[in-house]
C-alpha cells in the first residue's frame, strides 16, 4: 500500500487528523504539498485539519545513518537534521499558506521530538486507519557535505513498503485491534516521552 492515495482520501473529508511517527518527515511533506494544490484548486475544501508529529530528538545519536568506516560521522547526523528541519519547515510554510489564503479554516500543527530512533513509520489517519511500514537498513553512499561521499548504513523511508490496516465493526478483528494499540503507543509517546 502506497500513502499518496491514503492521504488523498483522508483530505477528502471536512475532518482530516494525522497522527505521525517517522524519521524525517520527507514522505509526508511531499504529500501535504499535492493536496494543498487540490485545495488551491478547490478539488476538496476541508475545514480542519490537524497534524501532530513525533520526530527523533536532535540531541540522540542515532544508529543510522552512520558511517561504515565512521560510525560517529557528524556529516551524516547534520544531514539527517538538515532533511528533518527542512521537510517540518515545509509542512509549517503550506499549512500556514492555507490559512492565509482563507482555504482551509481551521489548522494545527504540533511537531514533538522523543528520545527513539524510529525503526518504522506510522501515519495514522482520521482515528480509523493506520499505514505501518518497517525503515529496512541498508548500505548505500550518502552525498554529505559539498559533494563528499560517506558509505553508510541509512534507511530508505521513500518507497518504504507499507501495511494498510481499518478500524472495523469489530473491536476485536486483527485490524480494529492493529490500530487502536498503534493509537494507543502514539498518544503514550506524545504524552509521556515527548517534547
Known sequence: ????????????????????????SETLDAHIRFQAERIRAKAIVPQRIALWMLLPSDTESPPYPRGIDAKDDPLLRNRLR?????????????????????????????????PLTPAFKLYLINGVEALHGMYEVIRRPVVVDKGKTVEALDVLGLG????????????????????????????????????
Open 82 to 114: 538538515d532533511i528533518t528541519g527542512r521537510h517540518t519547515d515545509s509542512l509549517r510554510g503550506v499549512l500556514a499558506e492555507l490559512t492565509a489564503e482563507g482555504l482551509v479554516p481551521a489548522i494545527s500543527l504540533e511537531v514533538r521530538h522523543a
Open 160 to 195: 518504504a513498503t507499507l501495511t494498510h490496516h481499518v478500524r472495523d465493526g469489530d473491536l476485536n478483528s486483527p485490524d480494529s485491534t492493529f490500530v487502536e494499540s498503534m493509537q494507543n503507543w502514539f498518544d503514550s509517546v506524545w504524552d509521556l516521552l515527548s517534547e
Open 1 to 24: 500500500m502506497t500513502l499518496g492515495p491514503l492521504i488523498s482520501e483522508a483530505f477528502e473529508q471536512p475532518e482530516v487528523t494525522l497522527d505521525v511517527y517517522t524519521l524525517t
